[in-house]
């Protein structure tokens, strides 16, 4: 008996009881439709974070002042200066821009509209390399300006919306802590990110200006350095380069604890996509466990077909079938059973990782989360549904080939 033969007769045979074969995938459905949405949902949380680490620059490493104890409290210290951030730049030969980070707070006042930025930063001129954020008119400040501390600014698409609306902010002039700065750029808009934090609200100056207009301080300590590697591939390198030149700046001898902290970014990310592909292969093996529910399901399910259908099988025996056809043909139909369950529990897990993306979507501000549909995922769960069903169908199909023609003819 030919392949296609089997099949039809399997098709048959499945069609007379519809509502039985139905029930009977039910399990497999549930189990693949579980998986894929596990998986596409896990692919979507992955790349919202790489996404997010992306739009913070490129190839960004953060430096941060070390931590220190003191009276059991634990303390920040101010150890790093715009110096280092200048020496990062000319020493270290992975990097490609670094910029100091002042962080700074106050209302800002344009005619009679008032507003306070969630950002406002004094920053170097090579600020906007290292996050790799464009403007969207006007200019940044430069070198000259840093030194010379001027008054200058540029800021985010939000302080535009709230203050200016229809005006042009270039060239106008804003008030922040009663002392005027003029408005000589306007930042590329960026949006929310992972958290739901508008980065278009924001300000940035020149951290000369910021220590000394705004602080009033004539030290050098800044906040954080913020710098970029001149490729993905050279991120750990950059990262030994800062960490040996700043040891060295400040004076840290071997053994002895650092006083900064240096932090990659990219480490960071793979580090949380690592978590997120764990939880993803947790939860996608409990809900696997309702595969074996379902296969559990099949075999049963056969069982009581071959019972069935005893006589049915002892007729095509006598008419020549033999227990090779016999067992194609029951296996054929676990199989089949096993795979349109993948198919429909595939699909049905696209559609539900769709929903599910699209109601997060909805409920929330923040970045909004990308579509990821695992074909992989679903290529793997039809072949795991096959298997499934060779593995639970065989036995039902091992019993009915076995059956004695004569007693099968007799059963009633």
Known sequence: MTFFLTVRIAIRALAKNKMRAGLTVLGVVIGIAAVTTMVSLGQSAGALIQNQFAAL??????????????GGVTQSNVTLTARDSDAIVTECPSIMAASPIVGASGQIIYGSS???????FGVSNQYLTVRNWPLRRGDFFTERDVASANKVCVIGHTLVAKLFQTTDP????IRIKNIPFRVIGVLEKKGTNMVGQDQDN?????????????????????????????????????????????????RIHPGEPRDYEVGNTTEIANMLGMVTGTLTMMLSSIAGIS???????????????????????????????RSGDILRQFLVEAVMLSCIGGVIGFLLGVGASIGLVTIINSVTTGTKWTHEISFLAGVVAFLFAAAVGVFFGYYPARRASRLDPIDALRYE
Request: proline content about 3%.
């Open 57 to 70: 620059g490129t190839n960004v490493l953060l430096v941060f002042p070390g931590a220190r104890q003191r």
């Open 114 to 120: 008032n507003f306070n930025p969630r950002e406002l």
């Open 170 to 173: 270039i060239g106008e002039t």
């Open 202 to 250: 924001i300000v940035l100056m020149p951290y000369s200006t910021v220590r000394k207009r705004l602080q009033g301080s004539e030290f050098d300590n800044v906040n954080a350095i913020m710098a970029s590697a001149r490729s993905a591939i050279l991120m750990r390198e950059a990262q030994n380069e800062i960490d040996q030149l700043l040891a060295e700046r400040h």
């Open 291 to 321: 595969l074996v529910v379902g296969g559990v399901g099949i075999m049963n399910i056969m069982l009581v077909s071959v019972t069935e259908r005893t006589r049915e099988i002892g007729i095509r025996m006598a008419v020549g079938a």
